[in-house]
Nanobody, 118 residues
């Protein structure tokens, strides 16, 4: 019933920017927490950021200076603005939705690939 779809992944140069989008449906958006994980071969899955229904955001400390998460309740969409991209940002980025802020009900998107290449 709850569906999540990411978009915006692409190949970018070091120092460039990308903006990822994650649209959700099937759950009251104003009652959901949403966020992003990323996975790179050879690394553990990393929580990038998440945002609660009121717009309070939390980031991995190493990424806070370059990444910004936001949400548009009218569009049922969460965004991840990524600036000053680095090679180590190469990963598949997965959006998740926690209906009613309940992580036990977490729904995942299929992921969108971000590749940083010179």
């Amino acid at each position: 019933q709850v569906q999540v779809m990411e978009s915006g992944g692409a190949t970018a140069q070091p120092g460039g920017s990308l903006k990822l989008s994650c649209a959700s449906s099937g759950t009251p958006f104003e009652r959901t927490a949403m966020g992003w994980y990323r996975r790179t071969p050879g690394k553990q899955r990393q929580l990038v950021a998440y945002i609660n229904p009121g717009g309070t955001a939390t980031y991995d400390g190493s990424l806070k200076a370059r990444f910004t998460i936001s949400r548009d309740n009218g569009l049922n969409t969460v965004y991840l603005q990524m600036d000053n991209l680095q090679f180590e940002d190469t990963a598949k980025y997965y959006c998740f939705v926690d209906p009613f802020q309940d992580s036990k009900q977490r729904v995942w998107g299929q992921g969108t690939q971000v590749t940083i290449s010179s």
